[in-house]
């Protein structure tokens, strides 16, 4: 710990920077402090949030009729004929594309590209766990300070390569690059290679962080902390982090190869050179599946701290979840074919399919072990334990409905539909983004200092959920009758359907438009808030709020687990107003 | 646990709204029983663990100065038990799912098989004689032919989706698909037989199905006779990401007794006149690129003037100039790329063995009746042109 202090007295007194807003500026931007970078990141995955947002709303926009060809007569008498439903035609000279179908194109790979590589990969353990890992571990910062530092501007950098692929007018080549169209489609343009490269260069920030958490949890835990002493959000970070560092590698080298096979056409995807297609689809998902965890676990890191300090129980099966992480996170590596099961042999469907069974087990026991949390609980229901009831609502839908997408019989139809989108939106944004808004609920008071309005961030909660089951519900029902995925146009049955869903998208904006409200509002006037506002029993909240610079005044000795309500006093926190049990039970 | 029985006899109002309508073969009605059994197991688990949420968090919501109550954090037996409920059940469902899968995958022996191509953007269905389907329908049509002639509205309005190409099949028959694509990857989807298989560039892949009989309110509109005969449309959508007209990469699969779809297929399969060979082949199969009424689409168009149009002067990306003559038309078919007219991106595919020696010749015939000029660049004498006379030439 002494090199950390060494570089914060390095970086105060031997640079005497700009003077003015330019030396807060400086003092940001070269800050060690994990929890400066914890908001840094904040406020970047917020603004990537946005841009992904806005390229939905985009996308459900234009998917609110089909095209049709009118003709009527005009004044005059003369047949005239036009064509209606293509909403985003509009746009076709501004981004440079052949016509509206390639804007639609752009703007869902947008949106797909934008939401996975730059918000929710990094969002709540590079935000979240950046600031809170090491002050829940009784550490000052992470094990490798500058090292924390760089994977944000690494972050940054990758971004704009993002942005400014956009720039030049974006990509239609899906998020996800399949070969050989991505290695074929705007052949006389950088802007492809351009996003491939920013999700090579996000990859590298990932692997940093996830290496940073790894070492950090295993060396900087606090005097008298055990494995099975950490709080059940520092389980999840962990294996979050094992995963990005086992998995980001082989995205990196498979993106290379498909950047070398656009610009020196080596053949190792393109079948009129002699590759392989669905190669890439294997090296693809055999990291982008596993990164399906890096976008979950975080999420059931915070779901299980929110469910057990505001219903003041200990977490029930704390060692079920603990290890259900690290199973998931071994599992994971191990049933990414069934993204491909139209694409494979039979014999590999079926030892995928059996395989992909395993990984629900796991998830499902997470599930069983929150609920019964709740039981004989005293239940807060404010913002953070509403989002956290949404999202057991919302991923159990999530969950369940991939049933039939791990059944091979049914997943030969529901593959590449409606139903697959709608299904893995209530898994990444019911599950995902709902725990995202939990813990920023949660934290929020410990990061900031400032107490929001408790009213009006409920009301946002409600209206976000509403909105996100209007929208995402009806896809289910879409995709099960016919309506495959990426299509920006569709026969004329399904519209219906769709109107409902791009009426929900505009309930969802309003929703996040009153979160933006009460966090802003919070900031400038909020309340100042309390050391320990919710009465958890974790380190952060045995320091001020917001944290001192070191964390803590001495280094903190663990003598107590982090769920213990029913034994244990919270700090800072007035034990009338939270009684122990009158008996507590001897286990 | 019993198996699921076959759906399509008896459909519940529930399946009706997920599906929108039967299976079409007897595999898909089994994987659709699958389904329901599935979201019904679902449904039951979901609607437990939300009821004791809903119940524990009203019933144990904080109260002023009341504690949480003391209860175990932990139990053996009950997480052994929540631990192999779920396992057994995922066990039934993987084996189930493995058997419906079976059934759509293995295909009789004495299928009928159908070469299926793939390109950006369209199907081609070459049936056993070697012949193809030419016919094409509209999505969706709709006018107000019928209120004018009322006199109920005096402004004509006529609206139509977008033109798909139709492939037969006859009913009550097994079909095998051999499917492969001319570029990059698609994905052959038959929503009603509940089976989808991707078509890729280096390889074969298909599946089979065993088409419905057909019943007494099985129809469809006949475009000829506008009357309606026995068959049964069903959808054929592109399922994997292709591209710009990825959602116009559909079409309809018809199915119609033996009778009708063996005087089809014969029809189609003896020879035709060049030029009406020529726009068939043009309506499924270059359409969704290329226009014959001047309007720019992803390629150029085959209306003549404005430099466009066989006979006239090509101006091409690497600043030189070509003739559209009969050459030109033959290596832009087989080989695109050879030559990429200026102002347009090189994406056609080859269609080196797609098209034999007489479909060729039918659309260079087809863009010679569209065009005002002939092969060497002068105009046509007043007989030919009197097609091309509203479109206006440069003069």
């Known amino acids: 710990m002494t090199t950390n202090d060494h570089a914060h007295h390095e970086g105060e007194s031997y640079f005497d920077g700009p003077p003015g807003i330019l030396a807060k500026v400086w003092q940001w931007m070269s800050t060690v402090d994990h929890k400066k970078i914890g908001i840094m990141y904040l406020v970047a995955v917020l603004i990537m949030f946005f841009l992904g947002g806005v390229s939905a709303l985009v996308v459900r926009y234009e998917l609110l009729d089909p095209v049709r060809t009118v003709e009527t007569l005009n004044e005059a008498g003369e047949l005239v004929q036009h064509t209606t439903g293509q909403r985003l035609a509009p746009l076709v000279d501004i981004m440079g594309a052949q016509n509206a179908n390639e804007v639609y194109n752009r703007f869902f790979t947008l949106h797909g590209a934008l939401m996975v590589f730059m918000f929710i990969i990094p969002s709540i353990p590079a935000s979240m766990g950046n600031f809170f890992l090491p002050i829940m571990l009784g550490a000052k910062d992470v094990a490798f300070p500058r090292l924390n530092l760089l994977s944000w501007y690494i972050y940054v950098i990758g971004c704009l390569f993002g942005v400014l692929s956009i720039l030049m007018g974006g990509v239609d080549t899906g998020w996800t690059f399949y070969t050989p169209y991505s290695t074929t489609t705007d052949a006389d343009h950088w802007r492809v290679i351009l996003m491939i490269l920013a999700a090579f260069i996000l990859g590298f920030s990932s692997i940093l962080t996830g290496m940073n958490f790894v070492v950090t949890v295993h060396k900087l835990r606090a005097p008298g902390m055990g494995w099975f002493d950490m709080p059940l959000f520092i389980w999840g970070i962990y294996a979050t982090a094992v995963i990005q560092v086992l998995a980001t590698p082989v995205i990196g080298i498979t993106l290379l190869l498909l950047v070398f096979e656009r610009v020196m056409r080596i053949g190792i995807f393109d079948p009129s050179m002699g590759g392989d297609p669905v190669l890439y689809q294997h090296f693809f998902w055999f990291y982008s599946h596993p990164v399906v965890y890096v976008m979950i676990l975080p999420g059931m890191a915070i779901i299980s701290e929110v469910i057990s300090v505001h219903s003041r129980k200990h977490i029930f099966g704390y060692r079920a979840i603990a290890f259900s992480s690290l199973g998931i996170a071994a599992v994971s590596f191990l049933v990414w074919g069934h993204h491909i099961f139209t694409a494979m042999g039979e014999l590999a469907a079926i030892l995928f399919s059996g395989l992909t069974f395993l990984v629900a087990i796991p998830t499902a026991i997470k599930v069983f072990n929150w609920i019964a949390t709740l039981y004989k609980g005293s239940i807060a229901l404010n913002t953070p334990m509403l989002y956290a009831l949404v999202f057991l609502f919302t991923f159990s839908i999530g969950g369940l409905t991939g049933l039939p997408l791990a059944t091979l019989a049914t997943d030969i139809h529901l593959h590449d539909t409606y139903y697959v989108v709608a299904h893995f939106h209530y898994v990444m944004m019911g599950g995902t983004v709902m725990a995202f808004m939990a813990g920023l609920h949660h934290w929020w008071p410990k990061m900031f200092g400032k107490m929001y309005n408790e009213r009006a961030a409920m009301l946002g909660c409600v209206i976000v959920f509403i909105g996100f089951n209007i929208t995402f519900f009806t896809q289910f029902f879409l995709g099960t009758q016919g309506m495959p995925r990426r299509y920006a146009n569709y026969v004329d049955e399904f519209q219906t359907l769709h109107i409902i869903s791009t009426y929900g998208s505009w309930l969802l904006l309003l929703g996040f438009l009153i979160h933006l409200g009460t966090f802003v509002a919070s900031l400038i006037a909020g309340d100042k808030a309390t050391a320990n506002p919710w009465g958890g029993l974790t380190l952060e909240w045995e320091t001020s709020s917001p944290p001192i610079e070191h964390n803590f005044h001495h280094e903190p000795v663990v003598t107590h687990g982090p769920y213990d309500y029913e034994t244990i006093v919270p700090p800072h926190w007035d034990p009338k107003d939270f009684p122990l049990p009158e008996n507590p039970s001897s286990h | ?395």
């Not at chain 2, 710009?244 to 063996?262: I, K, N």
């Not at chain 2, 043009?282 to 150029?300: A, V, W």
């Not at chain 2, 063995?353 to 659309?363: A, H, N, P, V």
Request: aromatic share 12%.
């Open chain 2, 1 to 395: 646990m019993s198996t699921p029985t076959l759906a399509s006899a008896n459909m519940s109002f529930f399946q009706k709204i997920i599906f929108g309508d039967h299976a079409a073969s007897e595999a898909g009605a089994w994987s659709d029983g699958l389904f329901m059994m599935i979201t019904w197991f679902s449904i039951v688990c979901f609607v437990i663990l939300m009821t004791l949420m809903v119940y524990w968090v009203i019933k144990y919501r904080r109260r002023p100065g009341v504690a949480a109550q003391p209860s175990p954090s932990h139990n053996l037996n009950l997480e052994i038990l929540w631990t192999v409920v779920p396992s057994a059940s995922m066990l039934v469902m993987f084996v189930l799912g493995f058997r419906g899968y079976a059934m759509k995958m293995v295909s009789p022996e004495n299928a009928m098989e159908l070469k299926v191509d793939a390109w950006k953007w369209a199907w081609k269905v070459t049936y056993p004689n070697g012949a193809s389907s030419p016919e094409v329908s509209f999505l969706s049509y709709k006018d107000n032919m019928a209120q004018l002639e009322a006199g109920e509205t005096d402004t004509y309005f006529k609206s139509t989706g977008l033109e798909y190409p139709v492939f037969y099949v006859p009913e009550d028959t097994s079909v095998r698909l051999r499917m492969h694509s001319q570029d990059v990857i698609h994905s052959f989807w038959i929503p009603e037989f509940r089976t989808k298989m991707d078509v890729i560039p280096n390889r074969y892949t298909g599946f089979g199905f065993h088409t419905p009989k057909l019943k007494s309110s099985d129809t469809y509109l006949d475009a000829a006779s506008m009357t309606q005969v026995s068959g049964r449309d069903m959808w054929i959508f592109c399922a994997e990401y292709c591209g710009d007209e990825h959602s116009r990469m559909a079409a309809t699969l018809r199915v119609v007794p033996q009778e009708v779809f063996d005087a089809k297929v014969k029809d189609w399969g003896t020879p035709k006149d060049p030029i009406e060979l020529g726009k068939s082949l043009y309506k499924t199969m270059c359409k969704i690129c290329h226009s014959i009424d001047g309007s720019p689409l992803i390629g150029p168009t085959w209306a003549s003037g404005n430099g466009f149009g066989f006979g006239y002067e090509a101006a091409l990306s690497d600043g030189s100039s070509a003739m559209r003559d009969d050459n030109y038309m033959r290596e832009s078919i087989l080989d695109p790329n050879a030559k990429v007219v200026s102002g347009f991106v090189p994406s056609m595919p080859a269609f080196q063995s797609q098209l034999s020696e007489t479909d060729i010749e039918g659309l260079i015939e087809y863009m010679k009746f569209l065009s005002d000029q002939n092969s060497d660049g002068s105009k046509k004498d007043k007989q030919n042109q009197q097609a091309d006379d509203t479109a206006g030439s440069d003069g």
